[in-house]
């Protein structure tokens, strides 16, 4: 029994900390990324001497993580060095070097490993060559310097890509500086003095650059850019021109071909490049830079040099060998092939060692006698499993939160915050938070989850098919996931698109958007009986309002809807009182830009959604398949002001929710290890483009326009 005076005490202290600006207000937002769980890259390496099989292919980074864009220099700077302890003497192979990206510890950095190579039961005897060994060499030593993180990009998380080391320089591409206007990409590219720690950006404000090359000399650096024009929301080739600059400071900054992408230096003068060409095919395309007089479009003579019939993209070049990832027709997987640019000759190097694997990014060793690539590493030799929750690094300095990527989409946690609802394509899904308890509570392709707020154990979601059109069969239910039946009670009826269920806070309500009357608006209905029960319209008008989700105190609806452009693809955040009032914009990104799946935060005084308000990061060739690249996770508080970006990465960030506990920023694994290696090559290579010529003139690709 309570006295009064605790009573009253307990109040006080309640009101006290709920006052406190929320320092014991922890909580955790988790978000689904398309496909990356299962990337498990690690970056390999085969000689281009001997024929590629098995026993010459080097797995070079450690198994941690996600690792990729590699890059092998062709000498350490004296600072790093002195930095690398003795090498084994006992070990006659001279070590791999090799910078790459690594996603570890979540957030992005770039390392460098030197990695020791010895062959297996030799007892140390010396071999001539490492490649002699008759069984697989191992790993012996690695020495891992992490040579970029948090600390050179200004204390800012941000994503880093591509880096290539040049004298005490390193260059590589990051997102830490916010161009401040919404749809503008945040990728530019800046140095660091590894000695020093003093960082600077090549890339002038204003302008996002992808992809960077670094000559042969150092002294000139190449990219991939839109330049003053910025992303115009491309998903598939991104529009950009190619322009070098110099290395040393950004300065002598000059457009050289216009319509291209992942430059690739030959020599000093001659860069390579990719493009999609008028016939449908990726392509190679060599530049010759004249060496005497003005640098630009005009003096640059350009050339087809791989043929239409197979798409060739990602260059990498040593003089006039090229190392280039392919999809030819009748082939599911990216993989990567030397190509001779005076033979015109394709060589395989990767399909007869792992002939059903994606292979990525080809880079060479300075002396050509090497080309690296990544690739996933499978279940068998990686590390630890795929990650149910996957602790990804983040800045909001308030309000107090963890920050996972969830491997399943949809998620959404149950009120005490123990369980997480999610889907899968197909079937509704039920986990601890803590990765136990496992269970398929519907066999139903479904999509959105959301807990009743007061009825332990039921979780509204919608069954039918997502991103179909206003008619399409898709009903609202209610599933007890803690009733062994799993059965589903139909809320909606007759199937327009009733979908994306967000109970009241009281348990008494539904709000959903519906396709009824031809058009998708907001709708709200008894949560216990569904739409016989009682129903409301709340939104109306020829354009789709959905995603809605209702605040904690009841007061509000934030969803997403096209209204101010109807059937542009353009959506805005909007709130709405349950009673119709009070309708106002909460954010838009850019102009023409997304905003969608709002989710407010426990206290209500925050929002996050996803976003391509930060463009895109890098060249989406340049990874498996996203649909929305651009998807980036963000928060705003509810009156509109202080929006900030959580994630930085180049992938597709989506359907975030936010739960009331706070998980420790740790990784949680599958307990049944996961399904690493499951993710797809970009859809849009898949189809061979038979219906144009694929006979087309070589020389009428390499002048077409824009
Ligand atoms: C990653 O996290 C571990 C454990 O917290 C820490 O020891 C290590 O220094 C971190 N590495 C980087 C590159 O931040
Ligand atoms: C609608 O709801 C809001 C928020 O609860 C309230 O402030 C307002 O007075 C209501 N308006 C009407 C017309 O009921
Ligand atoms: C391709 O071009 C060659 C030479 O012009 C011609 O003989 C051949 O018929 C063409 N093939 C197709 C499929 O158009």
Redesign the pocket.
């Known amino acids: 029994m309570k006295s009064p005076a605790l009573f009253i005490l307990l109040l006080f202290f309640y009101h006290a900390s709920a006052d406190h600006g929320g320092s014991n207000a922890q909580t955790t937002i988790v978000f689904t990324t398309l496909g990356r769980s299962s990337y498990a890259f690690d970056i390999y390496t085969l000689p281009t001497s001997l024929p590629p099989s098995k026993a010459v292919e080097l797995q070079l980074t450690d198994g941690e993580s996600v690792n990729f864009n590699g890059y092998f220099p062709s000498s350490l700077p004296p600072s790093l060095v002195s930095r690398l302890p003795d090498p084994v003497l006992s070990i006659n192979t001279s070590p791999f070097h090799l910078v790459y990206v690594t996603e570890r510890n979540g957030s992005h950095h770039v390392f460098l490993d030197s990695v020791y190579y010895g062959g297996s039961g030799n007892g140390g005897k010396r071999k001539r060559s490492l490649l002699e060994e008759e069984s697989r060499v191992s790993v012996v030593n690695r020495v891992q310097v992490p040579l970029v993180g948090v600390e050179q990009t200004g204390g800012r998380v941000s994503m880093k890509d591509k880096p290539t080391l040049v004298g005490e320089s390193l260059i590589y591409v990051s997102t830490h500086e916010d161009p401040g206007v919404g749809r503008a990409s945040w990728a530019a590219v800046y140095s660091t003095q590894l000695g020093s720690g003093l960082t600077r950006r090549l890339t002038p404000y204003s302008v996002a650059d992808f992809s960077p090359a670094v000559s042969p000399s150092g002294v000139w650096t190449a990219v991939a850019s839109y330049g003053e024009t910025g992303w115009d929301g491309d998903v598939e080739e991104l529009g950009t021109d190619i322009y070098v600059f110099l290395t040393r400071d950004g300065s002598n900054r000059v457009k050289v071909v216009e319509h291209g992408g992942w430059p690739a230096w030959g020599d000093d003068s001659t860069l390579y490049f990719h493009r999609r060409c008028h016939d449908g095919w990726w392509s190679v395309f060599m530049a010759v830079l004249r060496e005497n007089g003005e640098l630009g479009v005009e003096s640059v003579s350009t050339q087809r040099v791989t043929p239409p019939g197979l798409h060739a993209f990602t260059p990498a070049a040593n003089k006039r060998l090229l190392a280039v990832a392919t999809r030819r027709p009748g082939s599911d997987y990216r993989h990567i092939e030397l190509f001779d640019v005076d033979s015109g000759r394709f060589t395989e190097l990767t399909k007869p060692v792992s002939p059903k694997t994606h292979h990525l990014n080809p880079f060479f060793s300075p002396d050509g006698s090497w080309v690296g690539y990544h690739k996933c590493r499978g279940t068998g030799n990686g590390k630890g499993n795929t990650l149910l929750l996957e602790t990804v690094q983040h800045q909001a300095p308030e309000p107090e939160f963890s920050l996972f990527r969830f491997d399943g989409s949809f998620p959404s946690f149950s009120p005490d915050g123990s369980r997480i609802a999610y889907v899968d394509f197909p079937g509704v899904y039920v986990v601890n938070h803590d990765g136990s308890g496992l269970k398929k509570v519907s066999e139903e392709t479904a999509f959105s989850t959301a807990w009743d707020p007061k009825r332990k154990g039921v979780v509204y979601t919608s069954v039918g098919p997502d991103f179909a059109s206003e008619t399409t069969a898709v009903d609202i239910v209610a599933i007890n996931v803690d009733d062994e039946s799993r059965s589903l009670k139909k809320l909606t009826v007759g199937g327009k698109n009733n979908a994306f269920p967000s109970p009241s806070p009281d348990g008494k309500w539904i709000v959903f958007r519906s396709g009824r009357s031809g058009h998708k608006n907001l709708y709200i209905m008894d949560a216990l009986e569904g739409e016989t029960g009682g129903l409301f319209r709340l939104t109306e008008g020829p354009w789709s309002d959905t995603m809605c989700n209702w605040s904690p105190d ?3 609806i934030a969803f997403a809807s096209d209204r101010e452009s109807p059937g542009s693809g353009s959506f805005e955040l909007f709130l709405i ?6 309708l106002r914009k909460l954010v838009q990104s850019g102009t023409g830009g997304r905003t969608n799946h709002p989710w407010f935060s426990p206290d209500g005084k925050h929002i996050v959604f996803t976003t391509d308000y930060g463009g895109v990061s890098a060249e989406p060739i340049s990874n498996p398949h996203h649909y929305q690249p651009y998807g980036e996770i963000f928060i705003i508080r509810s009156d509109g002001s202080e929006l900030q970006r959580l994630t930085h990465n180049s992938y597709e960030d989506g359907t975030p929710t936010w739960g009331p506990i706070y998980i420790q920023p740790k990784d949680i694994e599958w307990p049944d290890g996961g399904d690493a290696c499951s993710f797809e090559d970009c859809h849009w290579l898949n189809i061979s483009p038979t219906s144009k010529s694929s006979n087309a003139s070589i020389a009428q690709c390499a002048h077409l326009p824009k």
């Open positions: 009841g007061e509000w009182h349950p009673n119709g009032t009070g």
